[in-house]
């Protein structure tokens, strides 16, 4: 068996040639990528790099100009709706804001993909949901509204309504945003024991560098709508590529200025 | 010059609202198929619209509602009587009031009052729940949970639409006839029982299933028009308030419109 085959076998996600558009802007430009089985995939750039529409690709929530997205072996790209709804059983996600439904409370949150997808009677239900619940450390605010947590629980509950079903992939959006970092440290935490745990194939879109040099196995660094690098955290800190040592040190972009184009953007004239 | 860039200007935004109103007309049809494809084909799909979602629509669009209705139906039936009674005077045809209610309310008021109002108090609240849930990633996450927006969300609030508001039509005819048989038989000393007889002999069935069939148009479209509308915020919470002005107004408007056209059609 060639090396290449034994890779692509055990390949949980496989982006191939993507290319994507929002409206008349290109915003991904033609993107390769896989993440292994059970491996912890980083994809970190700055703002504007379309890292998180490469995770809303994967997610399956846009269709692409071009190109395929293979998750588990099947492309999202051309599988049926009903096909697409049997994977989703083995994705879960963790949005920025954690997307927790408002009119639920945290247990009816964490229960609603058992209670849509599975006919479990109720009590077991409720027993798998605390399960997960303590799970995040959550243990005994399953009654509470999403209004009534911090934003390092609502995560975190987030977390327990995505790992309810036990899936094969977990998505985060941004984990650490808008937490300090003791609460940021403690899911990074979560997510190395869940992976130890259920073996699960992990994508994080962020920009926190700690938080992805502690948990990455992998990191895909864009820029710009381009894969600058796929490496491990010490292929990724040793190269020599300027902008991912731009990424890495914090340093601000210098943004090169057409005089002409600078003169029509300021009169409110449109360029050819 | 300036006239030229002021044409330009008009032409541009007369081109950008023509083809956002087709977009929306488009999608609405598109939402109208695919809750019903739901309401249908949900079962076989495994994901069955859920009863106890309809009830909780049907409370909060209905239930809820009975007592501001009461009220309006009361005091429009009531209005429709002090009006009639006091141009029919003119002629000395006082009598002929009870006709003019019965008729007026089933086919015309009851209908468009209830129309307006549900626009205003349950699809002002649905478009921006919707439009809430749309800023928070909510629809995002239940679409990535394997939960189809349109059956979890607008086909629960279509059947309950469809359901609630022939049946507050229904009881608003029956209010608005009674607030109109108050004031008749004050005025005009007749007997409540001589009041309802009258408006059952001058009644035909005719006359009510006009006004629930309106109700029915009106449903789908105060549905449509909050979804459609609380679907496509984008701006954060000031999107959210001006989707749910938009929604209500475009709502009002669209029943209005298909009153009269309905009016035009039952009447020829």
Sequence with gaps: MTKQTDTQQHAAIEVEDLVT???????????????????????????????????????????????????????????????????????????????????????????????????????TMQIMSRMKLSVVNLGGFEDLMPAQLSGGMI??????????????????????????????AELDDLILRIRKALNTTIVVVTHDLDSTFRIADRITVLDKGNILMIGTVDEVRNSDNERIQSLLNREARHVEINADEYLKEL?????D | ?????????????????????????????????????????????????????????????????????????????????????????????????????????TREFSPLIIGILVAGRSGSALAARIGTMQIAQEIDALRVIGISPVRYLVTPAMVAMLIMLPSLTFFADLVALLGGGVYSSLELGMSLQ???????????????????????????????????????????????????TRSVVMSITYIIIADMVFTFVLTH
């Excluded at chain 1, 327990?160 to 300090?180: Q, T, W």
């Excluded at chain 2, 007369?14 to 809750?35: C, H």
């Excluded at chain 2, 408006?199 to 009510?208: A, S, Y």
């Design chain 1, 155 to 184: 995560k975190r509950a987030a977390l327990a309504r995505a790992i309810i079903m036990d899936p094969k992939l977990l998505f985060f959006d941004e984990p650490s945003a808008g937490l300090d970092p003791v609460a940021a």
């Design chain 2, 1 to 105: 010059m300036i006239e030229k860039k002021v044409l330009r200007t008009f032409t541009e935004k007369l081109g950008q609202v023509t083809i956002r109103g087709i977009e929306e007309l488009g999608y609405s049809l598109a939402l109208l198929v695919e809750s019903a494809y739901w309401l249908v084909f949900g079962f076989h799909r495994r994901q069955a619209v859920k009863l106890p979602s309809i009830f909780e629509q049907m409370m909060h669009i209905g239930i809820q509602a009975l007592p501001i209705v009461t009220i309006l139906a009361f005091a429009i039936g009531m209005m429709l009587a002090i009006q009639g009674i006091a141009t029919l005077k003119t002629f000395g045809a006082e009598s002929q009031v009870v006709l003019g209610i019965a008729l007026s309310v």
């Design chain 1, 21 to 123: 558009h929002y409206g008349s802007t290109k915003i991904l430009d033609h993107v390769d990528m896989q993440v292994q089985t059970g491996e912890i995939m980083v994809i970190m750039g700055g703002s504007g790099s379309g890292k998180s529409t490469l995770l809303r690709y994967m997610l399956g929530l846009h269709e692409a100009t071009s190109g395929s997205i293979k998750l588990l072996g099947h492309d999202i790209t051309t599988i049926s709706a009903k096909e697409m709804d049997e994977l989703r059983k083995n994705m879960g996600v963790s949005f920025q804001g954690g997307a927790l439904f408002n009119s639920m409370t945290v247990g009816e949150n964490v229960c609603l993909p058992l209670r849509e997808h599975t006919h479990l009677d109720e009590n």
């Design chain 1, 267 to 271: 009169t409110g004239q449109k360029s």
């Design chain 2, 194 to 244: 001589a009041y309802a007889d009258r408006t059952i002999e001058v009644l035909k069935v005719d006359d009510i299933t006009q006004g629930l069939y309106k109700s029915l148009v009106f449903a789908v479209i105060i549905t449509l028009v909050s979804f459609v509308n609380g679907f496509s915020v984008t701006a954060g919470s000031e999107g959210v308030g001006k989707a749910t």
